[in-house]
């Protein structure tokens, strides 16, 4: 049915329980900042809603509060180079490693070895984002491509079929960009774009089965996530009766906050410790084939721009 063991996902969560542990400190310290900084805005909005009547004290409470949910949204935004650098690409290595059996070096915590391979394989920070966005962008040309096929179907109201398939094909394809990262770090590649093609070459040519492995594996992670969501709406609830006027549409909002936490710190990397699994399982053995080289070509600027930047580097290389 699929090409991964969650026993064994389970197994490298438990083994990388460092990283886990730092996710956990990272993602549940946003959620404490959304709930905290959105709650100091509604408090805001109350005090200045004071200088009217209680409509007008409602909308300024409601607004403060949209507002300080707003800021730590910007800041988690211009956060995520950073995050993918420190914590998610270091959990990938470690898994990578444990996966291959190969020994952590002695003297060394886990992160910090994990860090390492990161600024050995990347460099900066922004190296990674950089080639991150374009494998994401490649990811999209792919399922684009998927999606052009189901088009051609005789299939009675195709078109919601589609718009289904597009926002699922959108989700499951979430966790593959840190897998086509992984390839490059078992490899030891020392061109970051060169280590990516060929594993987005490798992905393509093997879509159907890694997107049936996806596709499990987000249809699990969105339904606990669904779980945890009905399970945190009634502490939820009581904290939104902390806010000022007892803002209690809000605990739909915290609800949503604390399931996404606990989806970004646990739940994100078992997917990922499962599809890399699936991942090294299923291109065993193979090497990227050209036609599915030329096809991504043809179809992905954001391929030909990572064979252009591989190009460049392999240039500067050589001696």
């Not at 444990?98 to 020994?103: A, E, G, K, S, V």
Request: with cysteine.
């Amino acid at each position: 049915m699929w090409d991964f063991s969650f026993r064994r996902g389970i197994g490298l969560m438990v083994q990388t329980l460092p990283f886990v542990l730092l996710r956990m400190a990272v993602y549940f310290g946003a959620a404490l900042a959304y709930v905290l900084v959105t709650g100091t805005g509604a408090g805001i909005g109350w005090g200045v809603g004071a200088l009217g009547d209680d409509g007008f004290r409602a909308s300024a409470t409601f607004f403060g509060g949209l507002t300080g949910f707003g800021i730590v949204l910007i800041v988690m935004y211009w956060l995520r180079e950073y995050i993918l650098y420190m914590v998610k690409a270091g959990h990938i290595a470690v898994m990578v490693e444990l996966i291959d059996n190969r020994p952590m070096p002695e003297g060394r915590s886990q992160i910090g070895h994990a860090q390492a391979m990161v600024r050995e394989r990347f460099g900066e920070a922004s190296v990674l984002f950089v080639i991150d966005q374009l494998i994401k962008g490649v990811l999209r040309a792919i399922t684009g491509l998927i999606r052009g096929v189901f088009t051609l179907l005789p299939i009675p109201g195709v078109r919601q079929l589609i718009t289904i398939l597009r926002a699922f094909l959108r989700v499951a394809v979430g966790f593959i960009d840190e897998v086509i990262l992984a390839y490059g770090m078992r490899t030891r590649a020392t061109d970051p774009y060169a280590s990516a093609r060929a594993a987005l070459v490798l992905y393509a040519q093997n879509y159907k089965p890694m997107l049936k492995n996806a596709a499990w594996i987000t249809l699990f992670v969105y339904g606990l996530m669904a779980v945890l969501f009905f399970i945190m709406l009634a502490p939820a609830a009581l904290i939104s009766n902390l806010y000022p006027g007892g803002m209690s549409a809000m605990g739909i909002v915290i609800a949503f906050i604390l399931a996404w936490s606990v989806k970004q710190a646990v739940l994100e990397p078992l997917a990922v410790a499962c599809l890399l699994q699936a991942y090294f399982r299923t291109i065993e053995g193979q090497t990227p084939n050209p036609e599915w080289d030329a096809k991504l070509d043809g179809m992905s600027a954001k391929f030909k721009q990572l064979k252009s930047r591989a190009t460049r580097q392999g240039q500067v290389q050589t001696p």
